[in-house]
Structure formats: C-alpha cells, structure tokens
C-alpha cells in the first residue's frame, strides 16, 4: 500500500541552527514528490516538484533533495519567519499526503 | 490572479442538514481536487475532476457529491451532515496531472 511518513512530528530550531526534515515514502512508480509550506488558518503553498532520485530544488534558505525511497528538506540558518508545518506528498498512480512537520523556528 | 477561491470560510451546521461549499479558479486549470485535513492525518482526497464533466471518487467520497459543469467551478456538496464531517475542507486545481497543486484558503466546517 502507498504510504508517506513525515518525521519529525514536530522541530524546534533557533534561529541560524541548520536542520533537516525527513519523508519516507513507499509508492509505485514515482512520479513525481512535492514539498508544501502550510501556515495556520490557510492552505498549502507549493514550494517544489522532484521528480528522480538525486534531483535537488533551492529556494532561499530551502534546499529539497530526493532518493529512491525518501526526500529531505533542509534548512539553512532559519529564521522566524520560516515557522510553519511542510507538507510532502508523493505521487504514484495517486497523490498521498504525509502529516507534516511542524517547524517552530525562535529567535 | 485571485487563484483558487472557497467559500465559506467558516460554517457551522446541524447533523442532518445540506450544504455547498464552493470553490472557483481563474487558472484555467483541468485538474481540480477537494481534500479534507483533520488533525494529525495528511490530506484525504474526497473527489477530484480532469476536466469539465468529468468526476471520480478518492479516498474518502461517503457523504458528498461534486459536479463540474464549467473549467472554473467545482463545488463540494454535503448530503445530510453528520459530526464525522467536521473538518477543514481544501479545494486544489493543477494544470497537469505530475505538478504542484495551488490550494485555496480552505472552508472550517463544524457539524453539531
């Protein structure tokens, strides 16, 4: 059965502490696995697509890199206002939504 | 572009009673998905469409029903409310089937 595993459930960080969070993920013939920003009250903003094993996406201080059977999002010298709860989600023959990480970043 | 628009942002409902929850965007979008999202699960798909006319069921349809008569519109329609639907309910489009979702802002729903 398709499965998404999101760990941390939860990562509090300082501010500048440099981190990772993982996805585990077991689907049939990937195509393609997706990272999302989610803030309270609103919905899911999408950040990247990876779509083959040793793919890499940046933006800012997000960095998301994809093996055969897991992706990572890493955070560099986060700030405050990187709090937030990621989403990943993979996607076989159906999208599968992990629960998130829930990042609390302090200053 | 005002992207992917749901309303109500809030409702409150009696077990047993009907509602629309409406959902638009202006993207031109073909793929069109509504997720439910309660604490500590992922996403759950309850319908989806790829394109006008065009509806099936996902992971969780007991209890709604959609139609998509237009590109733009997709709403989400509860049949007789019940406590287990209380949740926060996302309408998504895409414009092909392996990107990213733009998801809207999302509709709190409370049944009682």
């Known amino acids: 059965e398709d499965q998404v595993t999101q760990s941390p459930e939860a990562l509090r960080l300082q501010e500048g502490e440099s981190s990772s969070l993982n996805c585990s993920y077991t689907v049939s013939g990937l195509r393609g696995l997706f990272w999302y920003r989610q803030d309270p009250g609103k919905g899911p903003e999408f950040l990247f697509t990876?779509?083959?094993a040793g793919e890499e996406k940046e933006k800012e201080r997000l960095k998301a890199t994809l093996t055969k059977k897991e992706s990572f999002l890493h955070i560099t010298a986060p700030k405050p206002e990187d709090s937030a709860t990621y989403l990943c989600a993979a996607r076989g023959f159906k999208t599968i939504f992990g629960a998130g990480t829930r990042l609390f970043v302090k200053a | 572009n005002a992207g992917v628009t749901q309303t109500p942002k809030f409702q409150v409902l009696k077990t047993g009673q009907s509602m629309t929850l409406q959902c638009a965007q202006d993207m031109n979008h073909e793929y069109m998905s509504w997720y439910r999202q309660d604490p500590g699960m992922g996403l759950r798909l309850i319908h989806y469409?790829?394109?006008?006319?065009?509806?099936d069921q996902g992971e969780v349809p007991n209890g709604y029903n959609v139609s998509r008569s237009t590109t733009e519109d997709f709403p989400l329609r509860l049949l007789s409310a019940a406590p287990s639907q209380t949740s926060v309910y996302f309408c998504?489009?895409?414009?092909?089937?392996?990107?990213?979702?733009?998801f809207g802002s999302g509709t709190r729903l409370t049944v009682v």
């Open positions: 998504a489009s895409r414009v092909q089937e392996n990107y990213g979702y733009t």
């Open positions: 990876l779509y083959s």
């Open positions: 469409s790829v394109g006008a006319g065009i509806t």
